[in-house]
T-cell receptor
Framework: ETGVTQTPRHLVMGMTNKKSLKCEQH?????MYWYKQSAKKPLELMFV???????ENNSVPSRFSPECPNSSHLFLHLHTLQPEDSALYLC?????????????FGSGTQLSVL | GQNIDQPTEMTATEGAIVQINCTYQ??????LFWYQQHAGEAPTFLSY??LDGLEEKGRFSSFLSRSKGYSYLLLKELQMKDSASYLC??????????WGAGTKLIIKP
């Protein structure tokens, strides 16, 4: 148990669906992250929030839309996804937004786009 | 460009020792992380090295040579539960994390 909870664990959606991924952390951290993990590829940083403000958006397509309503919760809203978006989506948190801070990850949402 | 290299897969025997290497070429260096990720689970922190040398934590040790752009993770007295992927990540000069693709370690009885 890392203190970071993600739901759902698995999600299958069609290309025309709209769905949301949820992440919650009970660690009192101020920074939260969305990562994409594809098989045999490095983790790809998608979005970073620090104190509920988006501080990084790494050229992610607009079909992915993050939301951070408070420092404990992070969402990733999905719409009109493509099959190549199928991957494991990991949420992480850290005490502050500093590169040398260790990350606490959730178990991820395994997404399949049909 | 920035690059982290680690073997895709390794196999070792229960009770043995295995060394997982990580070489990096990055714009600057502000530390190197190792994370462990069991299949279907969250990556979890193993170690952080910022100075040259070996740091030991129980059965796991991590080594860093900044001049060679090289690190390794040493796992001793291997147990079946050590079967997992091991992720190497470097903090660059902009304090961005650069990730390797991970090494899948398979432990055989």
């Amino acid at each position: 148990e890392t203190g970071v909870t993600q739901t759902p664990r698995h999600l299958v959606m069609g290309m025309t669906n709209k769905k949301s991924l949820k992440c919650e952390q009970h660690l009192g951290h101020n920074a939260m992250y969305w990562y994409k993990q594809s098989a045999k590829k490095p983790l790809e940083l998608m979005f970073v929030y620090s104190l509920e403000e988006r501080v990084e958006n790494n050229s992610v397509p607009s079909r992915f839309s993050p939301e951070c309503p408070n420092s404990s919760h992070l969402f990733l809203h999905l719409h009109t996804l493509q099959p190549e978006d199928s991957a494991l989506y990991l949420c992480a948190s850290s005490p502050v937004r500093e590169g040398h801070e260790k990350l606490f990850f959730g178990s991820g949402t395994q997404l399949s786009v049909l | 460009g920035q690059n982290i290299d680690q073997p895709t897969e390794m196999t070792a025997t229960e009770g043995a020792i295995v060394q997982i290497n990580c070489t990096y070429q990055t714009s600057g260096f502000n530390g190197l992380f190792w994370y462990q990720q069991h299949a279907g689970e969250a990556p979890t922190f193993l170690s952080y090295n910022v100075l040259d040398g070996l740091e030991e934590k129980g059965r796991f040790s991590s080594f860093l040579s900044r001049s060679k752009g090289y690190s390794y993770l040493l796992l001793k007295e291997l147990q079946m539960k050590d079967s997992a992927s091991y992720l190497c990540a470097v903090v660059d000069s902009n304090y961005q994390l650069i990730w390797g693709a991970g090494t899948k370690l398979i432990i055989k009885p």
